[in-house]
């Protein structure tokens, strides 16, 4: 979304919502947010061990089965997607986000095992209509983990950001 937002504006969009993803995801002196012992120097050859698992809540049988049918979609494969992973955290979004005059919401997994928590807050802090939330409990997987209350935060955030695009058009 950050690719896109850099490359074509906000103009078209109401809001955004960040789903525990830091905006840089290598760790150095200006952004200690990002991925835990992702640095310069781990950098090469960090996406040939396995990612620890996202999530820290059990998830619900309904999504557990659906997984399981898909199992033969899901299978990650680490030497196809080591380049794309590496491209991803070679990015450093944090001057689009400056530039992003739209309300986002960064929400945070409390017990994220990729990266701290802090990333939203400190994030949202960048961005001229930035907001953050942390999910207590949750790990990467904030929205099949607790469903209910990440619905209700996202639906709040969506009201809001409605009601204000309305206003606004009602202005002209």
């Known amino acids: 979304m950050w690719a896109y937002i850099s490359q074509f504006g906000a103009e078209h969009l109401y809001g955004v919502i960040s789903i525990d993803q830091t905006p840089k995801m290598i ?16 950098r090469p050859a960090f996406f040939d ?6 999530n820290k809540k059990s998830l619900n049988m309904f999504l557990i089965g659906l997984l399981l049918r898909g199992r033969k979609y899901l299978n990650f494969d680490h030497k196809g997607t080591n380049p794309l992973l590496l491209d991803h955290a070679d990015a450093d979004w944090r001057e689009t986000i ?17 990266w701290p928590k802090e990333h939203a807050s400190v994030s ?3 961005c001229p209509k930035g907001e953050s939330a942390v999910m207590a409990g949750t790990g990467h997987a904030v929205n ?9 935060i996202m639906l709040d955030f969506l009201s809001r950001v409605s009601k204000q695009e309305k206003s606004h058009h009602e202005g002209h």
């Open 124 to 126: 949202a802090a960048l």
């Open 98 to 114: 400056r530039k992003t005059d739209v309300p986002v919401l960064f929400v945070a997994g409390e017990e994220s095992p990729f």
């Open 49 to 54: 061990a396995p990612l620890p698992k996202a």
């Open 144 to 152: 099949w983990e607790s469903p209910k209350e990440f619905n209700a």
């Open 27 to 42: 760790n150095d002196e200006s952004w200690p947010y990002g991925m835990t012992g992702l640095n310069q120097e781990t």
